[in-house]
């Protein structure tokens, strides 16, 4: 009898202790794949949310309330063999605002490059060591960013812990026939993702990214004209990166997450704010424009 209870309070303290961080959605839509037998389509879904909510990847503890809300949807185009598909994945993060019911967008990205193998009822296995399944390998990486944006919104580089687990995934997978790994592949792929994040080039993104968080999201509700100078401030502090090389795809990255938020945030901004912040978007942020000139639009009465 103590020996169970002794049992209990190791397994209740390290549940506690590291708990699960994310709270994922994941949908797998087999509707392009033309067979009677959905069944492998409905396990591979249950098995792929089970391996990202109910394994560990942080030492952090996480209360359930804290755990970061994503989303994974897997669209199946192709099934090239009976264990073997072609895919597109669909992520998505966000993060609660403080002292609001508000949560901000953090990754929204579209990989059409998702090449994998799958057979029903075998476990899903991942190590950071070695590249053990092109399924497992890639929803790890997006695991590891969105852990990194969330920390990294948090402290300023407190992200690079998990970029530099992605990045390993990225190393491990460079002998892999399955494409998004290799820098000669593309220009806006895993490893550009990654590679980017880390690259000394663009360590002004980090400090953006936790600016615009911490020092003006989180303050938005108390003090918002601070807020939106420390937001405005932040979105200047990007640049530097896009004089340097204007398609970085971080840029990308940042601005596909976060345009109609900042559309919506200067809203209520004061005259001058706006013509700042529409003049600095159009130049770093070119492809978003017909967005960004709703800012100055005056609101119908």
């Given at each position: 009898?103590?020996?169970?209870?002794?049992?209990?309070?190791?397994?209740?303290?390290?549940s506690?202790?590291?708990?699960?961080?994310?709270?994922?959605n994941?949908?797998?839509?087999?509707?392009?794949?033309?067979?009677?037998d959905?069944?492998?389509?409905?396990?591979?879904?249950?098995?792929i949310?089970?391996?990202?909510?109910?394994?560990?990847?942080?030492?952090?503890?996480?209360?359930?309330?804290?755990?970061?809300?994503?989303?994974?949807?897997?669209?199946?185009?192709?099934?090239?063999?009976?264990?073997?598909?072609?895919?597109?994945?669909?992520?998505?993060?966000?993060?609660?605002?403080?002292?609001t019911?508000?949560?901000?967008?953090?990754?929204?990205?579209?990989?059409?490059?998702?090449?994998?193998?799958?057979?029903?009822?075998?476990?899903?296995?991942?190590?950071?060591?070695?590249?053990?399944?092109?399924?497992?390998?890639?929803?790890?990486?997006?695991?590891?960013?969105?852990?990194?944006?969330?920390?990294?919104?948090?402290?300023?580089?407190g992200?690079?812990?998990y970029?530099?687990?992605?990045?390993?995934?990225?190393?491990n997978?460079?002998?892999?026939?399955?494409?998004?790994?290799?820098a000669?592949?593309?220009?806006?792929?895993?490893?550009?993702?990654?590679?980017?994040?880390?690259?000394?080039?663009?360590?002004?993104?980090?400090?953006?990214?936790?600016?615009?968080?911490?020092?003006?999201?989180?303050?938005?509700?108390?003090?918002?004209?601070?807020?939106?100078?420390?937001i405005?401030?932040?979105?200047?502090?990007?640049?530097?990166?896009?004089?340097?090389?204007?398609?970085?795809?971080?840029?990308?990255i940042?601005?596909?997450?976060?345009?109609?938020?900042?559309?919506?945030?200067?809203?209520?901004?004061?005259p001058?704010?706006?013509?700042?912040?529409?003049?600095?978007?159009?130049?770093i942020?070119?492809s978003?424009?017909?967005?960004?000139?709703?800012?100055?639009?005056?609101?119908?009465?």
């Amino acid at each position: 009898m103590k020996y169970l209870l002794l049992l209990f309070s190791i397994t209740s303290y390290l549940s506690e202790v590291f708990s699960q961080e994310l709270l994922c959605n994941v949908r797998v839509n087999s509707s392009q794949i033309q067979t009677s037998d959905r069944k492998i389509f409905q396990t591979m879904q249950t098995e792929i949310y089970e391996f990202i909510n109910n394994r560990v990847w942080t030492t952090s503890n996480f209360q359930n309330e804290e755990r970061i809300e994503c989303t994974f949807v897997i669209n199946v185009s192709k099934k090239i063999s009976s264990d073997e598909f072609e895919a597109s994945l669909q992520i998505q993060s966000t993060r609660p605002v403080y002292g609001t019911s508000f949560k901000t967008p953090l990754f929204n990205y579209l990989d059409n490059n998702f090449r994998f193998k799958y057979l029903e009822y075998q476990s899903l296995e991942f190590s950071e060591l070695t590249h053990m399944s092109n399924l497992t390998s890639v929803l790890a990486f997006y695991v590891n960013i969105i852990l990194g944006l969330d920390f990294a919104s948090f402290s300023e580089y407190g992200g690079n812990e998990y970029f530099s687990i992605a990045q390993r995934i990225v190393n491990n997978a460079q002998n892999t026939p399955e494409p998004g790994w290799k820098a000669f592949e593309s220009d806006k792929n895993r490893y550009w993702l990654v590679n980017d994040l880390l690259d000394q080039r663009y360590e002004d993104f980090h400090t953006s990214f936790y600016r615009y968080h911490r020092l003006g999201l989180d303050l938005l509700g108390e003090e918002p004209d601070d807020a939106r100078f420390e937001i405005t401030e932040s979105i200047e502090g990007l640049k530097s990166i896009y004089r340097n090389n204007s398609s970085a795809f971080i840029l990308k990255i940042f601005f596909d997450a976060k345009t109609d938020e900042i559309v919506n945030i200067y809203s209520e901004a004061f005259p001058n704010e706006k013509a700042r912040i529409v003049k600095t978007l159009l130049e770093i942020d070119p492809s978003n424009s017909t967005k960004y000139q709703l800012i100055t639009q005056e609101k119908e009465r």
